[in-house]
């Protein structure tokens, strides 16, 4: 056989891998890395950026893990100097943004490395934001037009790296912040603060335990279906949000039963960034009613979702019956209808373990009104398919703390 022969077949057998492995290059809607073992290639992305010594933004709980010991050590053999923040909550708050602006300035860092969960990904997101503006945070909540106020030449550029499959924030404009004084979660948006470079390794994933690998995917999957059901006008964001929820029907299952089942882990890691990029869209009553119950009770955001999903799609139902019926057919459910999807919503959460009502998770009913009235002030309840009122979002919070659906 000859050289170029063997050097032919040497890149079919290249190809055959990556196609196996999930592989791919994409460009929307940002620069996406998939496949496995591609964090590999955090050192040439950080190059490609102009990032010659970044901060590494992650959770207290990866920081102590070796994954991400051996990034830090892989990019400084490959002379990327860097240095790790992981002064985090679980819901991200003021003074965690603050605390990581304060360690990009002291240590002159030029980029930063978002490397985790849902949380890792919104504080390093914000404090890329927050490392060249003079204003305080909360003048950069999605309100109206106060991105307009964002000195985006002193952003920070970000490379994002999900560990888990769900909020799909390496996606995102958007970071979710906690205001503590408050006791509110705010969104802080610029369209710049979407990541440079995403990379998604599957292998990053297969630590993650079950109840957490089926909070998050489920967290991946309230994302696309609200955008699915949001009333405004994205053809393209509906288009994508279907796929994902076929991905997480087929894979999520899976990648709970299997830890190890990576071609499970890609599939769902790919839907939990389709979910996020179809947001765009819109989100609607889950998201208006778990935002308030994370910042009261510190509850897992994914976790609060799932729990959350079948109320809320029963009190929307007039409104999305026949896009519901439209996505079953696709889904090739036995029976196409709303009650069709309703059950399986109902049947995949007990597969998942997900609990059925918010008192499982030591929620009651004793601040409904209260409740009620921060998911109708909430952003994300302008998505809602039906405008419901704070008695309204009162009411269904009642039924997802004693199960009633």
């Given at each position: ?5 063997q ?6 057998q290249q190809?055959?891998v990556q196609q196996?492995?999930f592989y ?11 496949g496995?073992?591609?964090i590999?290639e955090?050192?040439?992305a ?9 901060l590494?933004v ?6 102590a ?7 830090v050590?892989?990019?400084v ?6 240095e790790?923040f ?5 819901n991200?708050?003021e003074?965690n ?7 990009f300035l002291?240590g002159k ?13 919104d504080a390093g997101?914000?404090?890329?934001l927050?490392v060249?503006?003079?204003?305080p945070?909360w003048?950069?909540?999605?309100i109206g037009?106060?991105?307009n106020?964002?000195n985006?030449?002193?952003m920070a550029?970000?490379i994002?790296?999900p ?6 924030s ?7 912040i906690?205001d503590?004084?408050a006791?509110?979660?705010r969104?802080?948006f610029?369209p710049?603060?979407l990541?440079s470079?995403?990379?998604l ?7 993650l335990?079950a109840?957490?690998t ?5 967290d991946?999957l ?8 949001a009333?405004?006008f994205?053809p393209?964001?509906?288009?994508i949000a279907i796929?994902?929820?076929r ?6 299952p ?6 190890n ?23 609607g ?21 799932a729990?959350l999903?079948p109320?809320v ?8 019956t ?11 459910f036995?029976?196409?209808s709303f009650s ?12 998942l373990?997900?609990?059925?009502s918010l ?8 601040r ?11 952003a994300?309840a302008?998505?809602n398919p039906?405008?419901?009122?704070a ?13 009633e659906?």
């Amino acid at each position: 056989m000859s050289e170029n022969s063997q050097g032919q077949k040497s890149l079919v057998q290249q190809r055959q891998v990556q196609q196996s492995d999930f592989y791919g290059n994409w460009h929307y809607p940002t620069s996406i890395r998939a496949g496995i073992g591609r964090i590999n290639e955090l050192a040439l992305a950080c190059k490609e950026l102009g990032m010659n010594a970044p901060l590494v933004v992650t959770d207290p709980a990866l920081a102590a893990l070796p994954m991400v010991k051996q990034v830090v050590v892989d990019l400084v053999d490959q002379g990327i100097p860097c240095e790790v923040f992981s002064a985090i909550k679980a819901n991200p708050c003021e003074q965690n943004i603050t605390d990581g602006v304060s360690a990009f300035l002291q240590g002159k860092h030029d980029g930063i490395i978002a490397f985790g969960g849902g949380s890792a990904l919104d504080a390093g997101k914000a404090v890329a934001l927050m490392v060249g503006q003079s204003r305080p945070l909360w003048d950069f909540e999605d309100i109206g037009d106060n991105f307009n106020r964002v000195n985006v030449e002193r952003m920070a550029k970000v490379i994002a790296i999900p560990t888990t499959s769900g909020t799909g924030s390496e996606v995102g404009r958007a970071s979710v912040i906690t205001d503590e004084q408050a006791h509110i979660k705010r969104i802080i948006f610029h369209p710049k603060m979407l990541p440079s470079i995403v990379i998604l390794d599957a292998q990053l994933t297969l630590g993650l335990p079950a109840g957490l690998t089926a909070a998050t995917g489920m967290d991946a999957l309230s994302h696309a279906l609200e955008a699915y059901c949001a009333p405004s006008f994205h053809p393209m964001a509906a288009g994508i949000a279907i796929e994902a929820i076929r991905l997480i029907k087929e894979y999520l299952p899976r990648a709970t039963a299997n830890g190890n089942d990576l071609e499970a882990r890609a599939q769902v890691m790919a839907a939990a960034t389709m979910g996020a990029t179809a947001f765009q869209r819109g989100l609607g009553g889950m998201h208006a009613l778990a935002h308030p119950l994370g910042a009261l009770y510190d509850s897992h955001h994914g976790l609060l979702n799932a729990i959350l999903m079948p109320y809320v799609l029963k009190a929307n139902e007039q409104a999305i019956t026949q896009k519901i019926d439209r996505l079953s057919r696709y889904l090739a459910f036995e029976q196409q209808s709303f009650s069709g999807f309703l059950n399986w919503i109902l049947a995949l959460r007990s597969q998942l373990a997900i609990p059925h009502s918010l008192q499982e998770i030591d929620i009651d009913a004793s601040r409904a009104e209260e409740i009620g009235i921060m998911a109708f002030n909430d952003a994300c309840a302008a998505g809602n398919p039906i405008v419901l009122t704070a008695q309204q979002y009162s009411e269904i919070f009642k039924k997802a703390v004693q199960g009633e659906c």
